[in-house]
């Protein structure tokens, strides 16, 4: 028999739930708490499913059958309601999702597994272009027209590498929008169609190695900071990259053993990577370490100890000294490359010292070999021919301390 009002108020609690059946698979469950609450028992894919309709009298009887009845049309037109209910929840939640609460969680999950550097510009982007952009705006809302839009205001500055890391950020924000739910589809897909044409390609422009020394012998009387002049010499002593340079600490150095080793979180390739320190090196270091010594950092920020010093300084100081686009802190890696290739070294030996992976992924994959002990030579050789090319020529010795 149909349930009545008067029936359902009627009801008393036991000491263990029973039902009240009001056909169709529409029923009142009595709690022994004395709530009564409202359940649907339906069949999908063959199989006997359960759905909670709410609870009497919040969800009074009419409202009840109501939902039975639009439950039960569900299933006629093959949809599973307690998969529906499921889906509009979680569009409902989408709704009030930002687009920086989805950011920073994608950020959050994946800056562990990239290199310091990478997480570091990943965040740059968010915090300077992003964020402030669309940050606030539901990610629901956000069209492939408000991306272009995005990108096309920073490619207006004439930053078009921004404008592509940017553009691949975006994309993989909402992929993981997608892999969450959160999204049905990317509008960050094919970004790159409308992108502004790539300016020529323009390799890190870097000196000629018999041009050493009048650099040196600018580097030694420019009004520099004595950090800066020490970096600039490291660089062109262990061809490392700026960044993995800036970020380094003392206890990645082992000076009695003249090595250093950057661990693999703050690698490109995400591996460790030994640098051999030529005896010049070492000299400089130790010299450094008389003054930063005290911090962990071989270069702490002059406003925050904890932070390394700035990413544009080595090249600044570079631009003050006369060499703008003739010098960059990253050229000092081709300038070694192109040397010691000309001077006939093994290419293995030259591309583990700059830390690049094997262009054969095969080969890469299996070859461990650091090559550490011809390193060590090659680079000492390195150091020994500036030295004697500044001798030569009447300059500084590089390995002079400051």
């Known amino acids: 028999m149909p349930l009545t009002d008067s029936t359902i108020k009627a009801a008393k609690s036991k000491e263990k739930s029973y039902k009240l059946s009001d056909g169709h698979g529409l029923y009142l469950e009595i709690m022994p708490n004395g709530s009564k609450l409202w359940r649907l028992k339906y069949r999908h894919s063959e199989k ?6 709410g609870a009497y009298p919040t969800i009074p009887l009419q409202k009840a059958r109501q939902r039975r009845e639009e439950a ?5 037109d093959g949809i599973d309601p307690s998969s529906e209910r499921q889906a509009a929840k979680q569009a409902q939640k989408a709704d009030k999702l930002t687009f920086e609460v989805l950011a920073r969680e994608w950020y959050s999950y994946n800056a562990p597994r990239w290199a310091e550097s990478t997480a570091y510009k990943a965040k740059l982007y968010l915090e300077n272009d992003l964020l402030p952009s669309i940050g606030a705006r539901p990610i629901t809302s956000i069209t492939r027209p408000d991306l272009v839009e995005l990108v096309r205001k920073v490619e207006a500055r004439g930053t078009l590498n921004a404008a592509g890391k940017i553009r691949q ?3 993989q924000i909402f992929r993981y929008g997608l892999v969450r739910g959160v999204v049905e589809s990317n ?6 169609v409308v992108a502004a044409p790539a300016k020529a390609v323009r390799h890190h422009p870097h000196v000629t190695f018999a041009e050493l020394p009048v650099l040196l012998s600018k580097l030694e009387i420019a009004k520099i900071h004595t950090f800066t002049r020490c970096a600039i010499r490291l660089l062109l ?22 090595t250093w080793t950057i661990p693999k979180e703050r690698m490109k390739a995400r591996r460790s990577h030994a640098v051999p320190l030529p005896s010049q090196a070492v000299a400089i270091l130790r010299h450094l370490h008389e003054i930063s010594g005290s911090f962990s950092l071989l270069f702490p920020g002059q406003q925050n100890p904890d932070r390394p010093m700035s990413e544009n300084t080595i090249n600044k100081a570079l631009r003050l000294m006369g060499y703008e686009g003739r ?9 070694l490359s192109t040397e010691l290739n000309g001077r006939g070294y093994n290419s293995d030996w030259i591309e583990r010292q700059l830390a690049h992976g094997d262009a054969d992924e095969i080969r890469d994959t299996y070859n ?6 011809q390193r060590e030579d090659m680079m000492q050789a390195w150091a020994d ?17 400051a």
């Open 48 to 53: 006997e499913k359960r759905l909670a309709l």
């Open 72 to 76: 039960r049309q569900l299933l006629a």
């Open 169 to 171: 950020w975006l994309h």
């Open 187 to 192: 509008p960050a897909t094919d970004l790159n």
């Open 237 to 258: 002593l262990t061809a490392v990259r700026p960044g993995e340079l800036r970020a380094a600490r003392w206890d990645e150095f082992d000076l009695d053993c003249d």
């Open 327 to 335: 010098q960059t802190g990253h050229g000092f890696r081709h300038l």
């Open 368 to 373: 461990h070999a650091t090559y550490l002990p």
């Open 385 to 401: 021919s500036i030295d004697a090319l500044c001798t030569s020529a009447n300059v500084v010795s590089i390995k002079r301390k």
